[in-house]
């Protein structure tokens, strides 16, 4: 069986142009609708709806190829975040970044949202980061920085929960980091 990747390699040419293609598609489509009807999209990238789903078996492995980039860069962003010496401080800094970026990816708040993932490089990029935030949670925890109980699993929901609050209704929040500190304020201990 073939490794499903968000990023595959050696791609024939065809092969590549249609899923620059769908992927096009489909992040207008997403901006314009909110959704990610695959037989539309294929219709619109003018691929047959056989090839939409060579490339993309199901909607999550659509999703996670669409925010792939973003993830990268979020990962890359919250690496030198958690870096800072101060524990308080990276947490903090960590929080208000992917905050930042879930608010201004729709594809890699879904894909985040959804806490498992179907495309191998997209798995193994969150596992290697997830390390990293246990690291620096358990230095927040040494520093008395947060709350003993705050596992990574509970920050990504509670981001992913802070992005739905951010970005809900028809207006953009007039001030989005009061949110972060609101959650920021809720992980410290008692």
């Excluded at 003993?148 to 989005?176: E, F, K, M």
């Amino acid at each position: 069986m073939t490794q499903l990747l968000a990023r595959p390699t050696g791609l024939r040419a065809d092969a590549a142009r249609n899923r620059s293609r769908l992927l096009e598609v489909a992040r207008d489509h997403l901006a314009a609708t909110g959704q990610l009807p695959l037989n539309a999209i294929a219709a619109e990238a003018g691929v047959g709806i056989g090839t939409a789903y060579r490339h993309f078996p199901d909607q999550r492995a659509l999703i996670e190829a669409l925010a792939i980039e973003g993830f990268d860069d979020m990962i890359a962003d919250v690496r030198t975040t958690i870096a800072v010496d101060d524990p308080t401080e990276a947490l903090h800094r960590m929080i208000v970044t992917v905050h930042e970026h879930l608010c201004a990816d729709a594809p890699l708040a879904a894909m985040l949202t959804a806490g498992a993932f179907v495309c191998s490089d997209a798995a193994a990029a969150a596992g290697d980061l997830f390390a990293d935030i246990a690291q620096l949670l358990d230095r927040a925890k040494a520093a008395g920085a947060l709350r003993d109980d705050v596992t990574v699993d509970d920050l990504r929901r509670l981001l992913c929960g802070l992005q739905a609050a951010t970005t809900a209704g028809p207006a953009a929040l007039d001030a989005p980091a009061r949110y972060a500190e609101v959650l920021i304020a809720g992980l410290r201990p008692r």
